[in-house]
Each structure stands twice: as structure tokens, then as C-alpha cells.
């Protein structure tokens, strides 16, 4: 039976940490086995010597919208404590925030992309704690796309932001433990860390395989399925073209209103796209983009999730659509995640060539071919952080 970091501390008596006093950053889906939010038993364990919370982007309770909706300090009504918030005026707490801390606990639950901004959040306070002389303790989470595939190009400095502060890759096969591993060796952040390793994971299981309960990390992140499209299906982010935010299945729910299914299927043979089908849909979206009306598109079927590459997925279908629909095509503009000068889809991406190249319209194999030696040399660093073999 799969054990998280959290079930471990929890159930573990010797993990104590003397008169220290704790933290914690989480968010509605840092629960354990029974649904129970870490901070409830974390609060009957600690008693007063656990007193703050820290929250990510879409708040505490998850429950804020997308891109730059800000969440405020609060005191959460279950427990008493402050909750600071770590999207809002600060994205790096404060000395302040942690002043009254020894050390800070992280149990947040990563969806295995480069652009998510959890990750981000992490290292600020990583960083933080490195400054003020406090432990950070990661309570690992698994990586709900599993631990042995990584795919797309690596970060390219020049693209840097909330959204890609390190060279990783779209998806990066790593658990938030082993990145937090990763980032503060590779980037010599310095933080004095732990990470309190999961119980009977492997690198090979999805989310289902742990049959451990999935609350959503995010508003538009409902399922395991949804983080299984989300490194691909988040280009769409950097578009005018909708998402599938303001329906049932964001992210699997791709389109707009002048998509057209057979031209786009068709330019599509060209391109492998193993694992999934792209199945002709119309849905209409309740809010977002192209709100009430009615989009053409397609939902993304993972059928066989061994062999389906979500980046390549979404790649080539935006290719397509960029070559079909150029009169109508366009790219989000900003601000986005706190970038008002550059593109979204510059940060999304990771390399601003890499949209050069697909605008130009060459080959997605051959784009591809140009990334293998970056993420070889990734793959072969990433093992050194393993927790898991």
C-alpha cells in the first residue's frame, strides 16, 4: 500500500523534531490516505509548535482561478493558524513569514510538468530558508504521470519565469521530493533539506496504480487523466485558442470556433502520435475563452498511456492549426504569471526558437531531433537524485 511523506511522519513517532517549531505549505490536496488534510493530524501531533500555513497559487482551499488570481492572507477557521499566501504580493515569502518557524514542511502535489508553478513556489521557500537559517522538510508526493518517461526541450535561460525558473523539460519524470533534491544541488540553492520519501511507489505507476485518493491540486486539474495531457494541452495557455477551461474535461478539451476537424486530421497523418486518439468534438465553454459559444475541437483519448507523448501530441496539432487557420490564429499576449513584456507562448514553450521553427513550419521530427542531446545529458543527471530505482 502506497504511503506518502505525510502518512509516514504521521504514523511515525521517532519523527518528532524535538521543541522545533513547523509549518506548512499545501494546499486542498494535501491529504492523507482517509481525505483528511495533513494539517488536522499535523496540528493533534505538533500541538502549538505547528503554527503557520503557506498556500500556492489558486489559494489555500485551491480554489482560484487561472493566471494572476490572487490570493490573500487568511486564518484558516479549522485549525486558527495564519495562512500566508505565496501568490499574491509575494511569491517568495518574506523573513517575516518565517520568523516564528525552525522548520517548514512541504506537501504539495506536483503534476510532473515543467510549467507548473507549485514547483516554483517550493524553491522560493527553499531559498528563503537557505537565507534565514530554517530546515525545509518534503513530505513526497508521487508524480502522477509516473517516474521513468520525460519528454520536449529543455529551458533555455533566456525564457525564464514563475513558469520555468530551471532547465527541465515539459515532462520530467522526477517526484517533487527528487526535484527539490535536484534544484537545490544543480542550482546551489544551499537550503538545509530532507525529503521524507513515499512508501511502495515505482517509477513505472500513473496516479491510478497507487489507488490513493486524487484531489484536485488545481481548479482545472479534476483527474490523473487531465495531468496526463497537461504537458502538451498547456501550450494552448500561450493562444487565444480555447483550453477546455469552462467545461467538464479542461485540457482534454481542445479547440475554437473555426477549427475544421477533417482538414485539421488530415494535415495530421504526417505525424506519429502514438498512445491517443483525437476524437471530433464540439463543446461550449461556460467561461474562458470564447465563453458561450460554440468550438470545434477535439478531445485527447490516452489509450495506451506506455507509449502516448503528450508534448508531441500538442505540438503537432498546433502546427496544424498555426498552418490551416493563419488569418485567425493568434497567440495570447501578456501579462502572464507576472511577465508583462514577453510572450506567453515564449515561457511556455521554454526557447523562443522552438516557436520560430514551428511557425516556419518544420518538421516536428526534425524539431525534435534537435532537443535529443539536452535531454539525454537531463536524463542521465536526473538519476542522480532518484529516491526511487
Given amino acids: 500500500m ?30 492523507n490516505r482517509e481525505l483528511i488534510h495533513g494539517r488536522i493530524p499535523l496540528k493533534k501531533k505538533f500541538g502549538d509548535r505547528f503554527c503557520a500555513l503557506f498556500s500556492p497559487q489558486h ?6 482561478q487561472d493566471n494572476m488570481i490572487e490570493s ?13 499566501s505565496l501568490y499574491g504580493e509575494h511569491r517568495k515569502p518574506t523573513p517575516e513569514m518565517f520568523d516564528n518557524l ?9 503534476v510532473g510538468t515543467r510549467v507548473y508553478t507549485f514547483i516554483y513556489t517550493m524553491a522560493y521557500c527553499m531559498e528563503q530558508a537557505a537565507e534565514s537559517g530554517k530546515k525545509i522538510i518534503v513530505l513526497d508526493r508521487p508524480n502522477p504521470i509516473g517516474g521513468e518517461r520525460i519528454e520536449g526541450n529543455i529551458l533555455h535561460p533566456d525564457c525564464q519565469s514563475f513558469v520555468g525558473l530551471y532547465a527541465l523539460p515539459m515532462r520530467h519524470g522526477l517526484t517533487i521530493g527528487e526535484l527539490a533534491l535536484w534544484m ?38 479534476p483527474t490523473p487523466e487531465t495531468a496526463m495531457v497537461y504537458p502538451g494541452q498547456v501550450l494552448w495557455e500561450g493562444t487565444e485558442i480555447s483550453e477546455g477551461r469552462g467545461t467538464t474535461l479542461p485540457f482534454e478539451f481542445v479547440g475554437a470556433p473555426y477549427w475544421e476537424h477533417e482538414e485539421i486530421l488530415a494535415l495530421l497523418q504526417s505525424v506519429e502520435l502514438p498512445g491517443c486518439f483525437l476524437r471530433p468534438i464540439v463543446f461550449e465553454p461556460t467561461s474562458g475563452k470564447y465563453e458561450g459559444e460554440s468550438c470545434s475541437g477535439f ?58 521553427q514551428l511557425e516556419s513550419g518544420i518538421p516536428l521530427t526534425e524539431i525534435e531531433a534537435g532537443w535529443q542531446d539536452e535531454l539525454r545529458a537531463f536524463d542521465k543527471n536526473r538519476a542522480k537524485y532518484f529516491l526511487y530505482r
Fill in 72 to 84: 490573500d492572507h487568511l486564518v484558516d477557521m479549522t485549525t486558527g493558524l495564519p495562512v500566508y
Fill in 102 to 110: 525552525d522548520i517548514l514542511l512541504i506537501d504539495l502535489l506536483d
Fill in 184 to 221: 537545490n544541488t544543480e542550482y546551489k540553492i544551499g537550503a538545509d533539506l530532507e525529503v521524507i520519501p513515499l512508501q511502495g511507489w515505482k517509477r513505472s505507476m500513473l496516479f491510478r496504480d497507487t489507488f490513493y485518493p486524487w484531489v484536485s491540486p488545481s481548479p482545472n486539474m
Fill in 2 to 31: 502506497l504511503k506518502t511523506g505525510l502518512d509516514v511522519l504521521l504514523q511515525d513517532s521517532s519523527l518528532h523534531f524535538g521543541r522545533k517549531k513547523l509549518g506548512l505549505l499545501s494546499n486542498q490536496a494535501s491529504v
Fill in 299 to 356: 478531445q485527447i483519448h490516452v489509450m495506451a498511456a506506455e507509449t502516448y507523448l503528450p508534448y508531441r501530441t500538442s505540438l503537432a496539432l498546433l502546427q496544424a492549426v498555426m498552418k490551416l487557420y493563419p488569418g485567425d490564429f493568434l497567440y495570447k499576449q501578456p501579462p502572464y504569471e507576472y511577465e508583462f513584456e514577453r510572450i506567453p507562448m515564449d515561457l511556455i514553450l521554454g526557447d523562443k526558437e522552438l516557436r520560430l
Fill in 59 to 64: 489559494g489555500f482551499f485551491s480554489e482560484k
